[in-house]
């Protein structure tokens, strides 16, 4: 099966391709552009999903926290090998500078550079110039010059596929996801991503707000088989089925109201604990990892989160991740100011999320513990807190 590459979900400094004009539309629902590994869906409008209340689903949950920020997107592109530039040389001045003013033209990249000292991730080439077959090197030229544009990368690639059945083409599809949405100026912003770097994995995501407000999520199904997953904002949230090895686009309108708490410098303790699933891993802000048990549920099993410092909390959340199954039953959570007096913390949330609803007090340690026996082991994926 095909597999799209993964780096390009993070790619910095390069230059975006027009969006289209429903994507800068004001709507309701959440609007959805699909890529399959079968080829039955290339970059294609998938329609709408309705972004209702935030319910538990039972399947994994991605978490947007559109004010937690990170790099600011100046766009999307790519830069030159020492293949490609050989075979640039190699043809007639007429048909290079054709091909530079193609490069360079309006919409399509903006910068054509070698990544040697780099500040900006890449994803790695499916091919090099020198290994194609006789014939193909204009083909390969033309490849080069307009995959990243937008609104030409379908006929591109369709193109491709007739020409050479074999030629990898999903990273380019990758790119497109993110170019064709992601607007200059997009702001990267925290999301729970379940995806790891092994076959057959979990739902990889990366998110960005728009300077229009929309928001962007990027998703890829690392596993042959479908995947249900559900997207919260605040206290808003859609579902949707990626297929197997899919990627996808999703574009709404919202930012939600919580205000997260950077994790920063949290640490944590437990009782009893895995040799592996620590737990530091439950404050790492990354929900790939986790902190787990190791053992069946038993009262008086805990984890303990220490915020840094006191300071007023709205509501603290014990993400399970995609784990869904090991949340603690019969759970109590309680709160400290100098971690030696406790007092109870009232909590919603039986599955993926429990949350502990603080009310703004202030508040620097946090603990959760298991009030009744279960044969599940019990894990915490990622902490949040709110303000």
């Given at each position: 099966?095909?597999r799209?590459?993964?780096?390009a979900?993070?790619a910095?400094?390069l230059?975006?391709?027009?969006?289209?004009?429903?994507?800068?539309?004001?709507?309701?629902?959440?609007?959805?552009?699909?890529?399959?590994?079968?080829?039955?869906?290339?970059l294609?409008?998938?329609g709408t999903?309705p972004?209702?209340?935030?319910?538990?689903?039972?399947?994994?949950?991605v978490?947007?926290?559109?004010k937690?920020?990170?790099?600011?997107m100046?766009?999307?592109?790519?830069?030159?090998?020492?293949?490609?530039?050989?075979?640039l040389?190699?043809?007639?001045?007429?048909?290079?500078?054709?091909v530079?003013?193609?490069?360079?033209?309006?919409d399509?990249?903006n910068?054509?550079r070698?990544?040697?000292?780099?500040?900006?991730?890449?994803?790695?080439?499916a091919?090099?110039?020198?290994?194609?077959?006789?014939?193909?090197?204009?083909?390969?030229?033309?490849?080069?010059?307009?995959?990243?544009?937008g609104s030409?990368?379908l006929p591109?690639?369709?193109?491709?596929?007739?020409?050479n059945?074999?030629?990898?083409?999903a990273?380019y599809?990758?790119?497109?996801?993110?170019?064709?949405?992601?607007r200059?100026?997009?702001?990267?912003?925290?999301?729970t991503?379940?995806?790891?770097?092994?076959?057959?994995?979990?739902v990889?995501?990366?998110?960005?707000?728009?300077?229009?407000?929309?928001?962007?999520?990027?998703?890829?199904?690392?596993?042959?088989n479908?995947?249900?997953?559900?997207?919260?904002?605040g206290?808003r949230?859609f579902?949707y089925?990626?297929?197997?090895?899919?990627?996808?686009t999703?574009?709404?309108?919202?930012r939600?109201?919580?205000?997260?708490i950077n994790?920063?410098?949290?640490?944590a303790t437990?009782s009893?604990?895995?040799?592996?699933?620590?737990p530091?891993?439950?404050?790492?802000?990354?929900a790939s990892?986790?902190?787990?048990?190791?053992?069946a549920?038993?009262?008086?099993?805990?984890?303990?989160?220490?915020?840094?410092?006191?300071?007023?909390?709205k509501?603290?959340?014990?993400?399970?991740?995609?784990?869904?199954?090991?949340?603690?039953?019969n759970?109590?959570?309680?709160?400290?100011?100098?971690g030696?007096?406790?007092?109870p913390?009232?909590?919603r949330g039986s599955?993926?999320?429990?949350t502990?609803?603080?009310?703004?007090?202030q508040?620097?340690f946090?603990?959760?513990a298991?009030?009744g026996?279960?044969?599940?082991?019990?894990?915490?994926?990622?902490?949040?807190?709110?303000?």
């Open positions: 099966m095909a799209f590459g993964t780096a979900l993070a910095l400094a230059i975006v391709a027009p969006v289209p004009a429903a994507a800068r539309q004001r709507v309701p629902a959440v609007q959805v552009w699909l890529t399959t590994p079968d080829g039955a869906h290339l294609e409008d998938a999903v972004l209702g209340p935030a319910v538990e689903t039972g399947a994994p949950t978490v947007i926290d559109p937690r920020r990170f790099q600011t100046t766009g999307f592109g790519a830069s030159i090998t020492d293949s490609s530039a050989a075979v040389y190699r043809l007639d001045p007429a048909r290079r500078a054709g530079m003013a193609d490069l360079f033209a309006v399509r990249l910068v054509l070698q990544p040697i000292g780099a500040s900006d991730f890449t994803d790695e080439p091919y090099t110039y020198d290994d194609l077959p006789a014939g193909q090197t204009d083909y390969a030229l033309r490849r080069f010059s307009v995959a990243h544009d030409q990368i591109l690639l369709r193109q491709a596929a007739r020409l059945p074999e030629l990898r083409i990273e599809y990758t790119l497109g996801h993110l170019a064709r949405f992601v200059p100026g997009a702001t990267r912003v925290a999301s991503s379940f995806g790891t770097t092994g076959w057959n994995g979990q990889m995501d990366v998110a960005f707000v728009n300077p229009n407000g929309d928001t962007v999520l990027v998703a890829h199904n690392e596993n042959d479908p995947q249900a997953v559900a997207v919260r904002l206290d949230q579902g089925t990626l297929p197997g090895g899919a990627l996808a999703f574009v709404w309108r919202g939600g109201d919580d205000r997260p994790p920063t410098g949290w640490t437990a009893p604990a895995s040799a592996t699933d620590i530091a891993n439950a404050v790492d802000d990354d990892t986790r902190f787990s048990t190791g053992a549920q038993h009262p008086g099993q805990y984890l303990q989160v220490d915020l840094g410092r006191v300071q007023p909390v509501k603290i959340v014990f993400d399970t991740g995609a784990s869904t199954g090991d949340y603690p039953r759970y109590t959570i309680t709160g400290s100011v100098d030696s007096t406790w007092w913390i009232p909590t599955g993926q999320f429990s502990g609803l603080v009310h703004n007090r508040i620097r946090v603990r959760i298991v009030g026996d279960a044969d599940n082991w019990w894990s915490v994926a990622d902490v949040r807190a709110y303000s």
